[in-house]
């Protein structure tokens, strides 16, 4: 079963990946060892043709009138969403949005951990979250590097969100998670993903005004 992948995979495949893997995760705590691409399909509201098209872009999955092995399959997600190793996180902000997503306990479950929060709140620095103690974020660059960081969390204001993102680049992170409500710029290189909770309400304000809903 082959997973090579040599094309550029766009976005809502991954997510729909995302959602294949919880689904697939429920299934098996059910108890279930096969299903089908209709299954999935009706689990992540979407069409068998969609879900075996996702799929055939890494390989060749499940057997004809046998359908998929669902912890085969279950494994085979982990491995391509990177799922499979530990990632070393630094949560940039301690403030009430990145309190939350320190506490947010499904973040380990999936091998993402917080090894360092840094901010610039004297007040702050010096604190113990569990067994993290926050670090002054005027050494950013140091800390980074010394923690082996994979992915960098920005939960800061927007006008310093920009800043931060230029200096956890310089330290040769290649991967961040913006949440300050603004459009950053980085090297191509880096992977860069948004989120913005308005714009989020503001899909959900769409849907309701023009009856528009939006499945996976």
Known sequence: ??????????????????LYLRFLEEFEEQGTETLSS???????????????????LFGSF???????????????????LGLDRAWRVALIGAGRIGSALFAYG???????????????????????WGSVRIQDAEGLEEVLRRESVDIAILAVPVEEAQRVADRV????????????????????????RDVSMSMELEALSFALTTGNGTGP
């Open 106 to 128: 499904d973040f380990r479950r999936r091998g993402f951990t917080i090894v360092t929060v840094l901010d610039t709140d004297p007040d702050k620095i010096g604190a113990r």
């Open 38 to 56: 209709e299954e999935l399909a009706r689990r992540g509201s979407t069409t068998a043709a969609q879900v075996r098209k996702d799929l055939s």
């Open 62 to 80: 499940g057997k004809r009138g046998l359908g998929y092995s669902v912890r085969e399959l279950k494994s085979t997600l982990r491995r391509l």
């Open 1 to 18: 079963m082959g997973t090579g992948v040599a094309r550029k995979i766009s976005e809502s495949t991954v997510r729909r990946l995302s």
């Open 169 to 192: 680049v310089d330290a040769g992170v290649q991967a961040v998670l913006n949440f300050a409500p603004t459009q950053l710029h980085v090297p191509t290189e880096v992977a860069l």
